[in-house]
């Protein structure tokens, strides 16, 4: 199985340079970033940083959307770090959520997404794409050129999508239920589209906090500074309810109960523990959707994961125990699953 480390871009830089090194030596095959150009610095040029001080590690954003930078742009950035570091990137994309909203835009529309994955990925491969009307392609590409998509998705129709059309699934949440269900409308959907539903890779991304032991104050330090969360998915739930309601006939009400108590939310303190807009987030919901806990606890919850179908288990690492996370999973976790 395949980890992750996800990271928010927030300077200095080196930092999370360090931090993504720290993850390689530790067994991590992933490095991602979040991506809203006005909460954080810019991810690509990070990148290139990572790529340069790691010999292995896959990086990418956790998650671009197809309005911030035009299409073309967005897939000769990839290409560029795949022809100076050899095919190290994936293109994680979604509706741009966080990023269009602080930027005063709407997220994006399914149709734009689609139409932005097939274009995005032909480019990065060196194959021509319409932009428009334009056909173009990048004539210094060179032969092998790989750009995996992979796909962010709660919804009905966003999961379909995924599955017809993505290389990968990333899902914001570790909850056991909602992995199965969405696992399952995923690789449905793949395969009434005709696809091999096991060349979607299969991302659950989710906050790690790995505690001494499970007394009662350990366990509530650690659901205090991954409740953040559940507010950032809370997002989310929200336009699904907003879209389908909130009665579990079209969207689970596993996911979309917790929010009844949301009120607003503040984009200053997103993913970021301590937010004070994510109060309305349950213990329970903590941990469901979060992996917390001493580490066999973790190894428990990601061999389920990895049952239901995972292929990488991406930690969010924002919190006041980012390096013990990253050794830990390094020293228990990813031996004890991989090995």
Same mark, same amino acid.
Request: with cysteine; aromatic share 8%.
């Given at each position: 199985?395949?980890?992750?480390?996800?990271? *928010?871009?927030?300077?200095?830089?080196?930092?999370?340079?360090?931090?993504?090194?720290?993850?390689?030596?530790?067994?991590?095959?992933?490095?991602?970033?979040?991506?809203?150009?006005?909460?954080?610095?810019?991810?690509?040029?990070?990148?290139? *940083?990572?790529?340069?001080?790691?010999?292995?590690?896959?990086?990418?954003?956790? %998650?671009?959307?197809?309005?911030?930078?035009?299409?073309?742009?967005?897939?000769?950035?990839?290409?560029?770090?795949?022809?100076?570091?050899?095919?190290?990137?994936?293109?994680?994309?979604?509706?741009?959520?966080?990023?269009?909203?602080?930027?005063?835009?709407?997220?994006?529309?399914?149709?734009? /997404?689609?139409?932005?994955?097939?274009?995005?990925?032909?480019?990065?491969?060196?194959?021509?794409?319409?932009?428009?009307?334009?056909?173009?392609?990048?004539?210094?590409?060179?032969?092998? $050129?790989?750009?995996?998509?992979?796909?962010?998705?709660?919804?009905?129709?966003?999961?379909?999508?995924?599955?017809?059309?993505?290389?990968?699934?990333?899902? *914001?949440?570790?909850?056991?239920?909602?992995?199965?269900?969405?696992?399952?409308?995923?690789?449905?959907?793949?395969? $009434?589209?005709?696809?091999?539903?096991?060349?979607?890779?299969?991302?659950?991304?989710?906050?790690?906090?790995?505690?001494?032991?499970?007394?009662?104050?350990?366990? $509530?330090?650690?659901?205090?500074?991954?409740?953040?969360?559940?507010?950032?998915?809370?997002?989310?739930?929200?336009?699904? /309810?907003?879209?389908?309601?909130?009665?579990?006939?079209?969207?689970?009400?596993?996911?979309?109960?917790?929010?009844?108590?949301?009120?607003? @939310?503040? @984009?200053?303190?997103?993913?970021?523990?301590?937010?004070?807009?994510?109060?309305? %987030?349950?213990?329970?919901?903590?941990?469901?959707?979060?992996?917390?806990?001493? $580490?066999?606890?973790?190894?428990?919850?990601?061999?389920?994961?990895?049952?239901?179908?995972?292929? *990488?288990?991406?930690?969010?690492?924002?919190?006041?125990?980012?390096?013990?996370?990253?050794?830990?999973?390094?020293?228990?976790?990813?031996?004890? %699953?991989?090995?």
């Amino acid at each position: 199985m395949d980890f992750g480390l996800v990271l *928010q871009t927030d300077p200095p830089a080196s930092r999370v340079v360090a931090l993504m090194k720290r993850a390689e030596r530790n067994g991590f095959t992933h490095g991602w970033t979040f991506d809203s150009a006005v909460l954080w610095q810019e991810p690509f040029v990070i990148f290139s *940083q990572i790529l340069a001080n790691t010999t292995k590690l896959t990086v990418g954003p956790m %998650v671009t959307n197809p309005s911030t930078r035009t299409w073309e742009v967005t897939a000769s950035t990839f290409a560029t770090l795949n022809d100076m570091f050899g095919n190290r990137t994936v293109c994680g994309i979604g509706r741009g959520d966080s990023a269009l909203r602080v930027a005063g835009r709407k997220p994006d529309t399914l149709a734009r /997404v689609s139409e932005a994955m097939k274009v995005i990925r032909a480019l990065g491969r060196g194959e021509e794409a319409d932009l428009g009307g334009t056909a173009v392609r990048f004539p210094w590409i060179r032969p092998g $050129a790989e750009l995996p998509v992979w796909m962010a998705a709660y919804g009905p129709r966003a999961l379909r999508t995924t599955g017809e059309e993505a290389d990968g699934f990333i899902l *914001q949440l570790a909850d056991l239920y909602l992995t199965e269900y969405m696992v399952k409308a995923v690789k449905d959907a793949a395969v $009434a589209a005709g696809r091999d539903p096991g060349e979607v890779r299969i991302c659950v991304a989710a906050p790690a906090y790995v505690t001494a032991d499970d007394s009662p104050e350990a366990l $509530a330090h650690a659901r205090e500074q991954c409740r953040w969360f559940g507010g950032m998915v809370g997002n989310h739930v929200a336009d699904l /309810v907003a879209k389908y309601g909130a009665d579990g006939s079209v969207v689970p009400r596993e996911l979309t109960d917790y929010i009844r108590a949301r009120e607003s @939310y503040d @984009y200053a303190h997103h993913g970021r523990s301590g937010n004070p807009g994510t109060r309305f %987030v349950p213990d329970e919901i903590v941990d469901r959707f979060c992996v917390i806990g001493p $580490a066999e606890r973790h190894v428990e919850k990601v061999n389920a994961l990895r049952e239901l179908g995972v292929d *990488q288990f991406a930690v969010y690492d924002m919190h006041d125990a980012q390096e013990a996370v990253i050794d830990a999973y390094g020293t228990v976790v990813i031996p004890a %699953v991989n090995g």
